[in-house]
């Protein structure tokens, strides 16, 4: 067994950062560290106004941390910010071993998850975007004639090669990517004609996203107390219990600061959030930082323009919680993934967000308006659906999408009030 690459985290808190904001990403930098199979021996950090644009700290500083690179053999030291090429190519020269910043972190672990064809493009495009200005930089790193963390990836071959050379690959990647994206337009368009109703599981890395996806559709996705355990989405269909049929995705884990070479290369990945009718936003609510976690997604979400989306935000790990919990956004459940009368719960609950987001129907159908009951069964939230032999109609009473194609049909024949009580059961 490998021994696992001695690691110093070094990282700057600036004026305008919170104590709190600034901990938690050095404690996340950690996490990631470990996900990518490496051990933190020791973190620096230091407060200054700005970040040093030749050595990121000040001199002080990276003399004490030459210091303790030699005193405790560190292999890598890595920045909990992006470093600019110049920054690493002085620190690289000044410690003597490999530097890589956060961002190189996070894409060496989506090297290390990426399983699907499409994913294994998606990285290969972000580490070489990111490569590309940073040649003169890296230096022997170039040469990948060693391993670690920093070093992985599917494109690790092809950096032995020049920036004309680097560049066609990008170009070429692009290529291929533009008929993934094709294809899986296709698929959701497909989708979307059958009136598929689309549910997304988002949430900010390691909150649980997975755990619940298993649970929920009996799926057996990977479930890893790890960083970016998902990284190519699965999709699994999901009967509510009204019997409405849907299907779910399990999408990649946000985290702050994610580079943004990967959200680029990630978006028609990041497209099927885009396509979903309801985002159920899944949160750590026993975590210290899970308010910025919960902005982080929320700004990410923007960015894609899913923010429009109905949502219901999942507040999971209840049973971690040590205080007084109140939710943030709402609506909103407080769950243990764990638990099956919560999961039940969360089924229920999704049920009722969706409803509320539709358009209520109470209807009289006479026997041969057998085609329309069907659709009515399939594509919405039937409540209630009995036939009145006296009239010799089925009586249906639910929940539609303000969209569907039935809504004038409605609108026409909808019951606003014909004094039968039709409980919901």
Known sequence: MNEKEKILIMAVKRPFEK????LSSVDELKSLSATAGGEVIEVITQNRQQIHPATYLGSGKVNEIRERVDSLEIDLV????????GQLRNLGDLFGVRVIDRSQLILDIFA????????KLQVELAQLEYTLPRLRGIGI???RLGAGIGTRGPGETKLETDQRHIRRRIDEIKRRLTLV???????????????????????YTNAGKSTIFNRITNSDSLEEDQLFATLDPLTRQLPLPS???????DTVGFIQDLPTSLIASFRSTLEEVTEADLILHVVDSSHPDQEQHQATVLKILEDLEAHQIPMLTVYNKKDKITSDFIPLHQPSIVISAYDEAELERLIIKTEETICENWESY?????????????RLLNESIVKYNQFDEETNEYVVHGYISGEHPL???????????DGTNHTTS
């Not at 104590?19 to 600034?22: I, L």
């Not at 890595?78 to 090429?85: A, F, G, M, Y």
């Not at 290390?112 to 994913?119: F, Q, S």
């Open 19 to 22: 104590e709190e904001r600034f």
């Open 78 to 85: 890595i920045s909990n910010d992006e470093l600019s090429p």
């Open 112 to 119: 290390m998850r990426a399983k699907t064809k499409e994913g």
């Open 141 to 143: 790193e170039l040469s």
């Open 181 to 203: 994206v094709k294809q899986r337009e296709q698929y959701r368009k497909h989708r979307r004609e059958k009136g598929v109703f689309q549910i997304a599981i988002v949430g």
């Open 243 to 249: 019997g409405f049929q849907t299907l779910v995705t």
């Open 362 to 374: 109470a209807l009289r159908l006479p026997m041969n308006e057998t085609k329309r009951l069907h």
């Open 407 to 417: 809504q004038g049909f409605i609108k026409e024949n909808n019951i606003i009030n």
